[in-house]
């Protein structure tokens, strides 16, 4: 298989906590992206991170990559009910995409 | 904008025939990618396609082929249907050859029968 690792496979949280998510990766990597996906149709970008950084920011969103482990972690949070989704991490280099397979996400009300 | 759009929605094709399906990507994007989605998996790199040229490829079979044309829309084609290539089929463009952000379409599902 050409995929990565996500952890955990599926998570289930109350609405306002915190969600966290890991991926991890086997080879080298350009950078690292984090995608949504709901009811199985398309992805969504959500944020991008380089190999030469460690960690980023966008609204909710906070990630971070060390890349001596190969690995990366997506914190969202405050949760709510729309960021029930599956979520995927997306290696990157210059010859190789691969997709881990994902952390199913549920926000319980 | 119409971001990435792709045809058909949905597909039902007998096991051992041939499938073409079609993307055109988001305006001003001139990279084309294109996955396989089992239920249930995360997407598998199929390949890319710049410049009119496949540049990157997954580990996938031969009966697995494309085409990029010169407005930059792209075809993916199987041929020979397998049972096991039953999946959602999605295609992402980004603008140029970095594997920057990808912008996908909703997908094409696939039934083999």
């Known amino acids: 298989s050409q995929q990565g690792e996500e952890d955990p496979q599926a998570l289930s949280i109350q609405e306002g906590e915190n969600a966290t998510m890991n991926c991890s990766y086997k080879?080298?990597?350009?950078?690292l992206q984090w995608y949504r996906q709901n009811s199985g149709r398309g992805l969504v970008h959500l944020i991008l991170i380089r190999s030469n950084e460690r960690e980023k920011h966008s609204g909710r969103l906070r990630v971070t990559l060390d890349t001596s482990k190969k690995s990366s972690s997506l914190l969202i949070t405050a949760s709510r009910a729309a960021d029930t989704a599956s979520y995927f991490c997306r290696a990157n280099r210059d010859d190789k995409i691969i997709f881990g397979k994902g952390t199913r996400l549920h926000i319980l009300p | 904008d119409a971001g990435v759009t792709q045809s058909p929605t949905h597909l039902i094709k007998t096991r051992g025939q041939q499938v073409t399906l079609r993307c055109s990507p988001k305006?001003?994007?001139?990279?084309v990618s294109w996955y396989q989605q089992a239920l249930g998996q995360g997407p598998q790199f199929i390949f890319q396609?710049?410049?009119?040229?496949?540049?990157q490829r997954g580990n996938f079979p031969d009966r697995f082929s494309g085409h990029q044309f010169p407005n930059y829309s792209s075809e993916l084609n199987v041929n020979a249907l397998l049972l096991g290539d039953s999946a959602l089929y999605l295609c992402?463009?980004?603008?140029?050859?970095?594997?920057?952000?990808?912008?996908f379409g909703q997908g094409t599902r696939l039934t083999v029968v």
């Open positions: 080879t080298s990597i350009n950078n």
């Open positions: 992402a463009s980004s603008p140029g050859y970095m594997n920057t952000e990808a912008f």
């Open positions: 305006s001003g994007h001139d990279t």
């Open positions: 396609y710049y410049e009119e040229e496949e540049r």
